[in-house]
Nanobody, 116 residues
Framework: QVRLVESGGGLVQPGGSLRLSCAAS????????MGWYRQAPGKQRELVAF???????HYVDSAKGRFTISRDNAKNTVYLQMNSLKPEDTAVYYC??????????WGQGTQVTVSS
């Protein structure tokens, strides 16, 4: 069974930075493109960025130039460095595979709150 544990969230002022981490157990990490997602209150979960096993990255427009996704395959961990944070970045952040599959589950996420 895959276990995903997100950490690194918190309260930060606009313009601040946070680095999120996601530790994945099981074989799913090493063979899959991994993504960071977020869900704001009252909104659907959305993809923020993803990274392939080879290190190619993609960002949604709102994250370009501010967020950086990376992965450490030896540690089964994916990171999201978030700079120049805005109040609209406030959400619970999750990591998971980019592809959906039968039985895919989610971790508890990590809360990011951007507020002065």
């Amino acid at each position: 069974q895959v276990r995903l544990v997100e950490s690194g969230g918190g309260l930060v002022q606009p313009g601040g930075s946070l680095r999120l981490s996601c530790a994945a157990s099981g074989s799913i990490f090493s063979t899959n493109t991994m993504g960071w997602y977020r869900q704001a209150p009252g909104k659907q979960r959305e993809l923020v960025a993803f990274i392939t096993t080879g290190g190619m990255t993609h960002y949604v427009d709102s994250a370009k130039g501010r967020f950086t996704i990376s992965r450490d395959n030896a540690k089964n961990t994916v990171y999201l460095q978030m700079n120049s944070l805005k109040p609209e970045d406030t959400a619970v952040y999750y990591c998971n595979t980019l592809i959906d599959y039968l039985g895919r589950s989610w971790g508890q996420g990590t809360q990011v709150t951007v507020s002065s």
